[in-house]
């Protein structure tokens, strides 16, 4: 695991984070609705533009999420809980 030293370096690594698991949930989801139209339609309907299509949205959804994580954890420091 890495370890941060400083906060800076922890939301980066957050922000790694939840990106990349926003992007793999995406990966999955389109993967199922290609295979759902596959055996619909018998037509498969995956490519590397579907792919990589799902970054930016990625990205637009993990930011708030990471941010607001952040400054949840920010919060929480400063009750001492």
């Known amino acids: 695991m890495i370890k941060p030293k400083s906060r800076f370096q922890a939301f980066i690594l957050l922000l ?7 992007f793999l949930v995406g ?3 389109t993967f199922m609705g ?18 990589s299509g ?4 990625a990205v637009a959804y993990a930011v708030p999420v990471g941010i607001g994580v952040w400054v949840l954890s920010w919060l929480n420091d400063g009750r001492g809980d």
């Open 34 to 51: 290609a295979s759902i139209n596959y055996y619909k339609a018998g037509v498969w309907q995956l490519g590397w533009s579907d792919i």
């Open 16 to 22: 790694i984070c939840v990106v990349f698991l926003f």
């Open 54 to 57: 799902l970054f930016p949205g």
């Open 27 to 29: 990966v999955v989801a």
